[in-house]
Every structure is written in structure tokens, then in C-alpha cells.
Nanobody, 122 residues
Framework: VQLVESGGGLGQPGGSLRLSCAAS????????MAWYRQAPGRERELVAV???????TYADSVKGRFAISRDNAKNTVFLQMNSLKPEDTAVYFC?????????????????WGQGTQVTVSS
């Protein structure tokens, strides 16, 4: 199972960026999908999470500015980031809880993407 992120880069204060993350491999089902971020010298923190049913939760620091969504048919999660601030600068990581086949049974595993850099600066 692999998570591949795309869409990071340089954004201007007040601007927008959109991140994507696609899960691939031997997958039976993808449960929750989430975005985390880690700024230099800081711990990794949860940004937003979305269930398979579409319910979402956000960190207080991004509420009203970021929107998480997903395409279940493509096992892909998105993060629309609007009204960007310099403090949003971080490496953003995709995370997913994935059900994979194991012989004639299944197992739930947690997967992480490789991370994508987001820099907000004028």
C-alpha cells in the first residue's frame, strides 16, 4: 500500500494551494483519511481528518480556511488551503487507515505519504 502526495509548493499570504493524496496497492477499503503537518522544530500535528462517510474535523488553527474532501472511487483525499498564512508553512503528510487483504481475511493498517513541502511567503 502506498500514499502519494502532490500539490505542495510556494503560496503567497492570502493565497490558495490544493494538496492531493492517492492511495494505491492491494486495498479492500479506505477508512479515515487525514492530513498532518510538521513545521521545523515542532511536533507533527493533525490538520484535518475525514471519514469514509464524509464527516470531517479540523484543527482550530485552520477552521474556516482549509477544506478536506475525498473521492472514494479513486481512494484520494484532497486538502484545499485558502487564506494561507506564513504559519501554515510546513511539510504536509497524508495519512490513511486502510483495510488490506491478508490471505482469506483482512487487516487494518495505517499508511503515511512521503510528505510535501508547503511554504507560504511573499
Amino acid at each position: 500500500v502506498q500514499l502519494v502526495e502532490s500539490g505542495g509548493g510556494l503560496g503567497q499570504p492570502g493565497g490558495s494551494l490544493r494538496l492531493s493524496c492517492a492511495a494505491s496497492g492491494s486495498i479492500r477499503r479506505v477508512n479515515s483519511m487525514a492530513w498532518y503537518r510538521q513545521a521545523p522544530g515542532r511536533e507533527r500535528e493533525l490538520v484535518a481528518v475525514i471519514t469514509s462517510g464524509g464527516s470531517s474535523t479540523y484543527a482550530d488553527s485552520v477552521k474556516g480556511r482549509f477544506a478536506i474532501s475525498r473521492d472514494n472511487a479513486k481512494n484520494t483525499v484532497f486538502l484545499q488551503m485558502n487564506s494561507l498564512k506564513p504559519e501554515d508553512t510546513a511539510v504536509y503528510f497524508c495519512n490513511a487507515e486502510i483495510v488490506v487483504p491478508v490471505y482469506d481475511d483482512s487487516e487494518t493498517v495505517g499508511a503515511w505519504g512521503q510528505g510535501t513541502q508547503v511554504t507560504v511567503s511573499s
